[in-house]
């Protein structure tokens, strides 16, 4: 038969055609190849054509396809578009009568199951060698895997069990962060401690060889500096050595130790590398500007000889050069993976482009081409860079510039930009857009958050370091802080004068009194012997014990003073707290942040939110409980201390942890860092910051004009010179230097040269910054920030200006040369304490909801109950079921959806149950389903915290069950569900009906393939047993899927009739959409007629 075409298969998936471009892509011939692709330049989409092409043209089998990216978002992007297509295209070519070399519409199944591509991220793909092979350099296969919280744990415990004497006046979490950063740069660079102790040994004896000159000269003193920081840093690797020894004593690994092993096992074990080359005949790796010297290794070595390596990525996206990637490994991919010919000669692999740009409208691509036009021209650069062209039928596009005065300023112009677009595109405007606010830095969040907030935008903050700056997160960890530790009055500060107990000045100067007399009093019984002297005792004058321990209501101080009325109810409030969360330290981690939450009542206080559904307002808290259970998971001893110490230490630093890849999300303005905003994309994007020092973060505009200090400082900055990428970094040419001046003047020269090495990073951050909007770009600075001196413009900022690509709505004139920070000198009036409505009217729509509820409980009993009245009555009720066998028994407030189900289908055996509770013998089906829950939760890369109450697959022992695990695994790939990309997965949502809260854990959340319409989605609950017998249990079972779907539209705000719902019978493989499911009203009908007869 003829071969299909690049456009053949197009035209049978009913898709639009390639591009030239794109075609000599997806057909090149089988051999290394480099393809240059812009941002938005449709990659994705060529790998994932590029797959499909060779396995319908039968040159590759799909399970000898290894694709390779760096995050599970992207791998799973790639993975479904290529799993789908290939499924059509087999139906698409049966259909019209073609036969396919390499698929058939009866070797679907079978494809959908077994016969599939490996695609992975580059650590998993490691990790899975480090496995296989690790043995070969004794690591054991079940080695244990450090998460970042863990690792930072281990770290710290190395530090502070320190004895040797480091001679360093740097803070214990500046040591444990270099600690970090060695041991990770050592593995990015395939280097071991002592290997780089003797090489920075290497560079003080030739930096001290350099000879004295005439007359004799003493070294500079920035060249003194430099030997003692070498030596410091000698010193610390010492530490990394223990830190290291103490993961191999405990068959532990981290992600860069995977990534190191996998290395040294292809470039050290040569049947590695032969193994891998049979199994995988195709290897595309994508985003490859982003892999470390370490990754090149591995690859090279693996796919070397001239194998069918493909490479994607843009250079002008390198942004990752604080870990170790390099522009110029992508560069350098034609020589280190060269075509290998047929007599046996080495050529250059193969250059590709795709440079139409599928995303960015004409005036935004403008923007960004211009500014990374100095890019493509660098002398450095190996190969031709292209510059993006806009896709046919582009926008014009709209890119403004402003230069406001203050970053008040500042914030209030991203405000107006963003809310004047989001808003235009609501129900009057079509479907609403995406906005997104990027910064260099998260220093900036905290204004632009205020901003954004007050003008009643709903904003999620993306990242731990900008999340651990959100008020309601800050409250928790505040509240967390002072339950732990009886010395962080700064903590204790927060909830005192925040917006729940707003304690005036008055109350707080006499609790410092109190703070000091309760401090006293305890020094004079420690002095008397009445109390053990301990020095962590009496030497600290604790606020949260004057808070723990409040005055008689007759106090007075020896200044006059004493707490008010209010004021002291409101610190026994919090006084009563505290207990209650230091009562509760025996529950995980998780549960705790959960219960400190509920405790200050932030749940509520954010649910009450004006404007802002549940979900989406609680959004912040989830996912700082989130962050809460990555450390209980990954840590060995997740104790309250250690988590609060690693959230201080993630806070302190600019580039925080990482967290996962977040989505578009058109019901908030996300606010995050630039480097967090890669790969991703919305319709308006506000780059904030832009000033000198701020994007570019080094200052070019100053007398020496750009300079950085590279690896000459940083306690955790590994020297160039060991570096696996050295020849890509500028060269400080310290050996053979004439005399002290010579050496010096080099050390000057290696300074400018990594200023214009950073502000060529810089530009690339930048333009990464400028492609992620689609469509609107607002491009901002200020002259004044928190420095005693102005900002001017970013070089980036004037480039566009000045070139006339971006409209400039306001320019601040240059603040005069003897004047002031205005922010200093401005006098801010404020209303402390603050009121905790805000503006807006909020105040008098609570006060008019707050008197209804007044005028209701005056209308009805007189006797108001107190917390003491509920305990009687429930323990008198008790005493009378007992005595009365067959006595009804009182529901939970609470009802999982499962329980639900239990009550409909036999209220007296649910009844029985809730009495006296048994603990049940988990059945092998109850185990499998839980089995089977967990490994599809894997399957789309998602975890989440699970109730016990919800455990996934716990009601799935009701029927028999007839098929193995193995066998639930294939039947649930050959669903449609495996192919989809869920919205949601293992989703906790509540809702209210007939007064009681129905929890419900929902399996998986869909777009609805069966109903048009982007907000139509479908409910999924997978179910390992078979399908009800009868009608009866049927209806029973049915229940479940109508309170998730009730659950679902009213926690999201869809409406109902866009929200389908279907059971998944993972042992047969069928799906069942039931023809009706009940609503609210019949719910509630079937929950009173059970609940009163």
């Known amino acids: 038969m003829t071969a299909l075409s690049a456009r053949d298969i197009a035209a049978l998936l009913r898709r639009d055609p390639p591009t030239p471009e794109q075609v000599a892509v997806i057909e090149s011939p089988l051999r290394p190849a480099l393809v240059v692709a812009g941002a938005g330049s449709g990659k994705t989409e060529t790998m994932s054509a590029r797959v499909v092409w060779l396995i319908a043209n039968g040159l590759v089998a799909p399970e000898q396809v290894l694709g390779l990216t760096f995050t599970r978002k992207a791998a799973g992007e790639l993975a479904e578009r290529v799993r789908r297509r290939l499924r059509h295209l087999a139906r698409a070519a049966a259909a019209d009568g073609l036969m396919l070399p390499g698929l058939s519409a009866a070797e679907d199944t079978a494809l959908a199951t077994i016969a599939r591509p490996t695609i992975s991220t580059y650590n998993a793909y490691a990790a899975a060698l480090v496995g296989d092979h690790g043995l070969r350099l004794g690591i054991e296969p079940a080695a244990r895997l450090l998460g970042e919280a863990a690792q930072w744990q281990l770290a710290s415990q190395v530090v502070e069990s320190w004895t040797a004497d480091l001679d360093s006046r740097a803070a214990v979490s500046t040591v444990v962060d270099a600690v970090l950063s060695l041991s990770g740069a050592l593995d990015e660079h395939l280097l071991e401690p002592e290997d780089a102790r003797r090489g920075i040994e290497q560079i003080v004896e030739a930096i001290e060889a350099t000879p004295p000159g005439t007359p004799p000269k003493p070294h500079y003193a920035d060249i003194r500096t430099l030997i003692g920081a070498l030596g410091e840093r000698s010193r610390v690797l010492e530490l990394v050595a223990e830190y290291r020894r103490r993961k191999r004593a405990t068959d532990a690994l981290d992600f860069g130790d995977q990534v190191a092993i996998a290395a040294r096992l292809a470039r050290d074990v040569p049947e590695v590398g032969e193994t891998e080359r049979a199994r995988f005949r195709v290897v595309l790796l994508d985003e490859y500007q982003d892999t470390s010297y370490a990754q090149l290794v591995l690859l090279s070595s693996l796919f070397r000889d001239g194998h069918p390596v493909t490479a994607v990525g843009d250079p002008h996206q390198s942004i990752y050069g604080w870990r170790g990637a390099s522009a110029g490994g992508l560069e350098r991919f034609p020589e280190t993976f060269p075509v290998l010919t047929a007599d046996g000669e080495r050529r250059r692999a193969d250059l590709h482009q795709l440079s139409t740009s599928w995303r960015n409208d004409v005036a935004v691509l403008a923007a960004a081409n211009l500014v ?53 595109a609501g129900p009057d405007g079509g479907g609403r857009v995406t906005a997104a606010v990027l910064c260099r830095k998260r220093a900036q969040f905290p204004v632009l958050h205020a901003a954004l907030r007050e003008a009643g935008l709903p904003v999620e903050v993306v990242g731990l370091g900008g999340l651990l700056a959100t008020p309601e997160v800050v409250d928790v960890v505040a509240l967390l802080q002072a339950a732990h530790d009886p010395s962080r009055g700064d903590a204790l500060m927060r909830l005192l004068t925040g917006a729940r107990l707003r304690i005036g000045a008055a109350d707080l100067h006499a609790l410092a009194d109190w703070s000091v007399q309760v401090a006293d009093g305890l020094e004079r019984r420690a002095a008397a012997g009445e109390v053990p002297a301990a020095a962590d005792v009496v030497d600290e004058r604790s606020i949260v014990d004057a808070v723990d321990q409040l005055p008689p209501p007759d106090w007075h101080s020896s200044r006059g003073r004493s707490l008010s009325e209010t004021g002291r109810a409101r610190l026994a409030e919090l006084a009563g707290v505290l207990r209650a969360l230091r009562g509760q330290t025996y529950l995980s981690l998780p549960e705790l942040v959960v219960q400190a939450e509920r405790l200050w009542g932030l749940d509520l206080e954010v649910a009450a939110r004006p404007g802002i559904s549940p979900g989406r307002a609680r959004a912040h808290l989830d996912a700082f409980r989130d962050v809460a259970v990555q450390y209980a998971e990954s840590t060995d001893d997740p104790t309250l201390g250690g988590f609060l110490a690693w959230l201080e230490s993630a806070d302190a630093h600019e580039q925080g942890l990482d967290m996962p890849v977040t989505e578009p999300d058109p019901d908030a303005v996300q606010l995050m860092t630039v480097h967090a905003a890669k790969g991703l994309e919305w319709d308006v994007v506000a780059v904030a910051g832009l000033v000198d020092g701020g994007l570019p973060n080094t200052r070019t505009q100053g007398s020496e004009g750009p300079v950085d200090s590279g690896w000459l400082t940083g306690l955790g900055e590994l020297p160039y010179p060991l570096r696996g990428d050295r020849h890509d970094l500028p060269d400080f040419a310290y050996a053979g230097a004439a005399d002290p001046q010579d050496l010096n003047e080099r050390r000057k020269q290696f300074r400018r040269d990594a200023g214009d090495h950073q502000v060529a990073e810089e530009r690339r951050l930048a333009y990464v910054a400028f492609t992620r909007a689609r469509a609107a770009l607002l491009l901002t600075g200020a002259w004044w920030g928190d420095a005693g001196r102005p900002r001017p413009p970013s070089l980036f900022l004037t480039e566009v200006v000045e070139a006339g690509l971006a409209r400039v709505e306001d320019w601040a004139d240059a603040p005069a040369p003897d004047q002031g920070n205005p922010r200093e000198a401005q006098d801010t009036a404020v209303l402390w304490p603050a009121d905790p409505f805000g503006t807006g009217g909020r105040r008098e729509l609570v006060r008019t909801a707050a008197d209804a509820v007044l005028a209701a409980r005056a209308a009805g009993p007189d006797d108001t109950p107190t917390p003491w009245d509920h305990t009687v009555r429930l323990l008198l009720a008790e005493r009378e079921d007992e005595a009365r066998p067959g006595a009804d028994v009182e529901l939970p407030a609470h009802l999982s959806a499962s329980a639900v189900v239990r009550l409909a289908g036999d209220p007296a055996d649910f009844a029985r149950a809730l009495r006296r509770p048994v603990p049940q013998r988990p059945s092998p089906q109850a185990r499998r389903g839980t089995r089977f829950h967990a490994w599809v939760e894997g399957f789309y890369g998602e975890s989440a915290l699970v109730d016990i109450d919800d455990l996934p697959g716990a009601d799935d022992d009701s029927v028999p069950v007839d098929a193995d695990e193995l066998t639930l695994r294939e039947h649930f790939l050959a669903t449609e569900w495996s192919t989809l990309r869920p919205i949601a997965v293992e989703a906790d949502v509540e809702t209210v009906i007939g007064g009681y809260v129905l929890r419900s854990r929902i399996d998986a959340v869909f777009p609805d393939p069966q109903r048009p319409g982007e ?16 009608a009866e249990s049927a209806a029973v079972r049915e229940l479940q899927l109508a309170v998730y779907r009730l659950a679902w539209s009213r926690w999201t705000g869809t409406p109902l009739d866009r929200v389908g719902a279907a059971f998944c019978y993972v042992g047969t493989g069928r799906t069942v959409r039931p023809e009706r499911l009940l609503g609210a009203e019949d719910i509630e009908r079937m929950l009173l007629g059970v609940t009163q007869g």
């Open 372 to 424: 990374a036009a100095p890019l493509r021209r660098a002398a450095t650069s190996r190969i031709e860079l292209p510059e993006l062209g806009a896709r046919p039928g582009a926008g014009a596009g709209e890119v403004l510039a402003r230069m406001l005065p203050t970053v008040e300023d500042e914030a209030r112009a991203v405000t107006e930009f963003v809310a004047a677009r989001w808003r235009a």
């Open 1015 to 1030: 907000d139509a989605v479908v409910v999924v609950d997978w179910k390992t047993g078979a399908p009800p017998a009868d």
